[in-house]
């Protein structure tokens, strides 16, 4: 055999066991990717979420005494936002650990025009902790829970009288979040908030302890920056 036909043989025998390393070469470099790769709570540093977009929640308002122009005890139950409750923002500086600083606020107003021309308007603000973090297997799915106080303002005002109401609760809420792409997501979880403490005055009559308490399902979006 010439030198030329021995280049040849030398050529065709190193294609031949690329060809045979390469599948597993692949298999090799695709755990490598997969294991580089950053699911929720692994990338960017701060989580803003608009959250309480759509749901479903069973509220239920307390006062002690429902003379004097107070707004009387009620349960409300079905689709929101409604209620003392309505779509909100929130603001979470992400740490390494997966730790989660951060708060939600909302402001939200209805109004019935059936009796009286009855209007309410709500504000909710809150500090959180919580704890982000994915799947290591399928890393578009993660679990972000959180847990704090929140305060909420109401006024409501039907004609001539108006009241002033505000209750403290300490709020969970535990959301699935699915990651279709890189820093963005969607949330859907449980909430709950526990009525602590309140207080309603009416513009006639005596004040009274007010409380309130909810239990519901949210859906929302979240960014991560």
Same mark, same amino acid.
């Given at each position: 055999?010439?030198?030329? /036909? &021995?280049?040849?043989? *030398? %050529?065709?025998?190193?294609?031949?066991? *690329?060809?045979?390393?390469?599948?597993?070469?692949?298999?090799?470099?695709? =755990? *490598?990717?997969?294991?580089?790769?950053?699911?929720?709570?692994?990338?960017?540093?701060?989580?803003?979420? %608009?959250?309480?977009?759509?749901?479903?929640? $069973?509220?239920?308002?307390?006062?002690?005494?429902?003379? /004097?122009?107070?707004?009387?005890?009620?349960?409300?139950? /079905?689709?929101? =936002?409604?209620?003392?409750?309505?779509?909100?923002? #929130?603001? !979470?500086?992400?740490?390494?650990?997966?730790?989660?600083?951060?708060? %939600?606020?909302?402001?939200?107003?209805?109004?019935?025009?059936?009796?009286?021309?009855? @209007?309410?308007?709500?504000? $909710?603000? /809150?500090?959180? %902790?919580?704890?982000?973090?994915?799947?290591?297997?399928? &890393?578009?799915?993660?679990?972000?829970?959180?847990?704090? =106080?929140?305060?909420?303002?109401?006024?409501?005002?039907?004609?001539? @009288? #108006?009241?002033?109401?505000?209750?403290?609760?300490?709020?969970?809420?535990?959301?699935?979040?699915? #990651?279709?792409?890189? !820093?963005?997501?969607?949330?859907?979880?449980?909430?709950? $908030?526990?009525?602590?403490?309140?207080?309603?005055?009416?513009?006639?009559?005596?004040?009274?302890?007010?409380?309130? !308490? #909810?239990?519901?399902?949210?859906?929302?979006?979240?960014?991560?920056?």
């Amino acid at each position: 055999m010439g030198a030329v /036909g &021995k280049v040849l043989a *030398a %050529i065709g025998t190193a294609a031949a066991i *690329a060809a045979q390393s390469a599948p597993a070469l692949a298999q090799d470099a695709a =755990p *490598a990717a997969e294991e580089g790769a950053r699911g929720f709570g692994e990338r960017g540093s701060v989580l803003f979420g %608009i959250e309480n977009v759509f749901g479903v929640l $069973d509220q239920t308002y307390t006062a002690s005494n429902n003379g /004097g122009g107070a707004i009387p005890s009620f349960n409300d139950n /079905g689709f929101f =936002p409604q209620g003392l409750v309505g779509t909100r923002l #929130s603001l !979470h500086g992400l740490l390494s650990s997966g730790i989660t600083l951060g708060g %939600i606020m909302s402001v939200w107003n209805a109004t019935a025009t059936g009796q009286g021309n009855s @209007s309410l308007t709500a504000f $909710d603000v /809150g500090p959180r %902790i919580g704890y982000a973090a994915c799947l290591k297997k399928y &890393k578009a799915l993660g679990f972000w829970g959180r847990v704090g =106080p929140t305060f909420q303002y109401a006024t409501d005002s039907a004609g001539s @009288s #108006s009241q002033d109401i505000w209750t403290i609760d300490l709020s969970f809420e535990a959301f699935l979040v699915w #990651s279709p792409v890189d !820093h963005f997501g969607l949330l859907a979880g449980p909430s709950v $908030d526990i009525g602590i403490a309140g207080h309603e005055s009416p513009s006639q009559g005596n004040g009274y302890d007010a409380g309130y !308490h #909810s239990v519901g399902m949210s859906f929302g979006l979240v960014f991560e920056l």
